[in-house]
Nanobody, 124 residues
Framework: QVQLVESGGGLVQAGDSLRLSCAASGRTLSSFVMGWFRQAPGKEREFVAAISRSGSSTYYSDSVKGRFTIARDNAKNTAFLQMSSLKPEDTAVYYC?????????????????WGQGTQVTVSS
């Protein structure tokens, strides 16, 4: 089992940048594919990005491609989501998640472990 804790959320203006962190404990992070999801009020949780166990492969939703970058530091048991050129529509609670299947997945149902979420609010 792995415990995930997100941090780094906050209130920013459109066009600003923000970096979210996801600290893992309980098991070595390198055992898991890591993903980021978000959920805006009244909307379903949606996939944002995912990264393979080694960090060599990444996958993004079309809505964030070119603006967000997912990364990981297995030595520090931490995953990151660097968000740039933020838009008001990026406002949501952001969750990190983990699964130990072989390949990157984008469905929330494929992820076994979840953090508590961190709020990101982008004002116009």
């Amino acid at each position: 089992q792995v415990q995930l804790v997100e941090s780094g959320g906050g209130l920013v203006q459109a066009g600003d940048s923000l970096r979210l962190s996801c600290a893992a404990s309980g098991r070595t992070l390198s055992s898991f594919v890591m993903g980021w999801f978000r959920q805006a009020p009244g909307k379903e949780r949606e996939f944002v990005a995912a990264i393979s166990r080694s960090g060599s492969s990444t996958y993004y939703s079309d809505s964030v491609k070119g603006r967000f970058t997912i990364a990981r530091d297995n030595a520090k048991n931490t995953a990151f989501l660097q968000m740039s050129s933020l838009k008001p529509e990026d406002t949501a609670v952001y969750y990190c998640a983990a699964h130990n299947k072989l390949i990157i997945r984008s469905r929330s149902s494929d992820y076994d472990y979840w953090g508590q979420g961190t709020q990101v609010t982008v004002s116009s």
